[in-house]
């Protein structure tokens, strides 16, 4: 059964920050593109973050590029967010999220297009 499992989120000061986990089980991650999420209350889901299969390459938000850094470990069966200098509006349920295929798409990574999800982990940043 393929199951993701995220990790890493918390309470974290303006500026502060934190390493998102996402554990794949059930699966290898070889042939899937992996995507990170975020929805903070009343908003809509917002794609953050994807990263290829294929070639490792990667996408980012505008809201979050130079800040945020994807990476997987294929050999873990491990895909990371690095969360630098964050933000109040950085504030929000973390989802990570997965999809057969090679490439992240250039206009980045959309719910729909993705068929196995992680249960999501809290992320506040506050003073």
């Known amino acids: 059964q393929l199951q993701l499992v995220e990790s890493g989120g918390g309470l974290v000061q303006p500026g502060g920050s934190l390493r998102l986990s996402c554990a794949a089980s059930?699966?290898?991650?070889?042939?899937?593109?992996f995507g990170w999420f975020r929805q903070a209350p009343g908003k809509e889901r917002e794609g953050v973050s994807c990263?290829?299969?294929?070639?490792?390459?990667?996408y980012y938000a505008d809201s979050v590029k130079g800040r945020f850094t994807i990476s997987r470990d294929n050999a873990n069966n491990t895909v990371y967010l690095q969360m630098n200098s964050l933000k109040p509006e950085d504030t929000a349920v973390y989802y990570c999220?997965?999809?057969?295929?090679?490439?992240?798409?250039?206009?980045?990574?959309?719910?729909?297009?993705?068929?196995?999800w992680g249960q999501g982990t809290q992320v506040t940043v506050s003073s």
């Open positions: 990263v290829s299969s294929k070639d490792g390459g990667t």
């Open positions: 999220a997965a999809s057969l295929g090679s490439y992240c798409p250039s206009y980045g990574p959309y719910s729909y297009e993705y068929d196995y």
């Open positions: 059930g699966f290898t991650l070889d042939y899937f593109v």
